[in-house]
Nanobody
Framework: QVQLIESGGELVQPGDSLRLSCTVSGRAINGYAMGWFRQAPGKEREFVAVIGGNNVYTFHADSVKSRFAISRDNAKNTVYLQMNSLKPEDTALYYC?????????????????WGQGTQVTVSS
């Protein structure tokens, strides 16, 4: 079966950087769009970034576009989220998700497969 496993989340201070990883097993990610979402306690799941199946198209939410960057390595079946200049409001459980085709999307309902999440906490 398809499994997505996120890693890299930590407790960090404001201004720090992190790189999250999402490794997929059971299904090659070649040709499939991949996304990152986040959810803070008591809040709804929020779109963060998406990358198209051809590794060319990327789109980031306005709240993170100047600081975060999504990328992928199809040979490693892995997608990354580089996060710089982290802010306390970035604190959330970060989820990796996969579509079943290569076109990007920003709605959680557009993604078929999800990981369990990795916690990012930004605090002094």
């Amino acid at each position: 079966q398809v499994q997505l496993i996120e890693s890299g989340g930590e407790l960090v201070q404001p201004g720090d950087s992190l790189r999250l990883s999402c490794t997929v097993s059971g299904r090659a990610i070649n040709g499939y769009a991949m996304g990152w979402f986040r959810q803070a306690p008591g809040k709804e799941r929020e779109f963060v970034a998406v990358i198209g199946g051809n590794n060319v198209y990327t789109f980031h939410a306005d709240s993170v576009k100047s600081r975060f960057a999504i990328s992928r390595d199809n040979a490693k079946n892995t997608v990354y989220l580089q996060m710089n200049s982290l802010k306390p409001e970035d604190t959330a459980l970060y989820y990796c998700a996969s579509r079943t085709h290569g076109e990007p999307g920003t709605s959680p309902s557009a993604f078929a497969y999800w990981g369990q999440g990795t916690q990012v906490t930004v605090s002094s």
